[in-house]
């Protein structure tokens, strides 16, 4: 059922950027790109989303790729706060309204 | 705004004995979800409302589980008969609409069947 692919696991030192790469390559063109992360025993948060422009919010910046196949999600400066479960996630509009489609997730730590 | 609230949040019982989840939305939400959260594996949805009426229980297990929301504001999920495999964290999510941007989960539930 997934639709996303991620790197399991990723480290980043403090005060760096944070990179987070997702691949999609079966997307299709009415499908959104969303980013939720998850702290340890809390329940996922929305971070950004787009469908085919870059975004930008004050949490994090979303590149997609021209073919929409792959999309990188940045933390521009990382901090420890920042240590969790990052999904990428597409989101299908059907009948019964938009769905998620969650993979496995990258988990990040952000070293001191 | 308070966010989407569950109880209890944590619970640990035996296989075969029954168990119950509570789910209070955000207020004014008319979609609400039950996803399933296995360790080491992104949520899996097991059910949607809107208001007060199902419109996707493909992917929950009828014989053992079961969930209502009878007034269109809080929901319950149980098992019965819990087994080993329902060990996970049970996650409520809610939004406005069910074509709304965002979702918003609550802390979930986690399960531990001995």
């Known amino acids: 059922d997934a639709k996303t692919t991620q790197p399991t696991s990723m480290d980043c030192a403090e005060g760096r950027a944070a990179n987070l790469p997702c691949n999609h390559s079966t997307i299709s063109g009415n499908e959104y790109v969303y980013w939720y992360r998850q702290i340890h025993s809390q329940g996922p948060q929305y971070i950004i989303h787009?469908?085919?422009n870059n975004e930008t919010n004050e949490m994090a910046s979303l590149i997609i790729t021209e073919d929409r196949k792959s999309s990188t999600l940045i933390l521009p400066h990382a901090t420890l706060r920042d240590t969790a479960v990052y999904y990428c996630?597409?989101?299908?509009?059907?009948?019964?309204?938009?769905?998620?489609?969650f993979g496995t997730g990258t988990s990040l730590t952000v070293i001191p | 705004e308070a966010g989407v609230a569950q109880s209890p949040r944590y619970k640990i019982i035996e296989k075969r004995q029954s168990v119950a989840f509570w789910c209070n939305p955000i207020?004014?939400?008319?979609?609400l979800y039950w996803y399933q959260q296995i360790l080491g594996q992104g949520p899996k949805l097991l059910i949607q409302f809107q208001n007060n009426g199902v419109v996707d229980d493909s992917q929950l297990p009828k014989d053992r589980f079961s969930a209502e929301r009878l007034k269109g504001v809080d929901s319950t999920l149980k098992i019965q008969p819990a087994k080993l495999e329902d060990s996970a964290v049970y996650l409520c999510?809610?939004?406005?609409?069910?074509?709304?941007?965002?979702?918003?989960f609550g802390s979930g539930t986690q399960l531990s069947v001995l």
């Open positions: 996630i597409v989101r299908v509009p059907m009948n019964t309204g938009n769905q998620f489609y």
């Open positions: 207020s004014g939400h008319a979609t």
């Open positions: 999510a809610s939004r406005k609409w069910e074509f709304d941007e965002k979702l918003f």
């Open positions: 787009g469908l085919k």
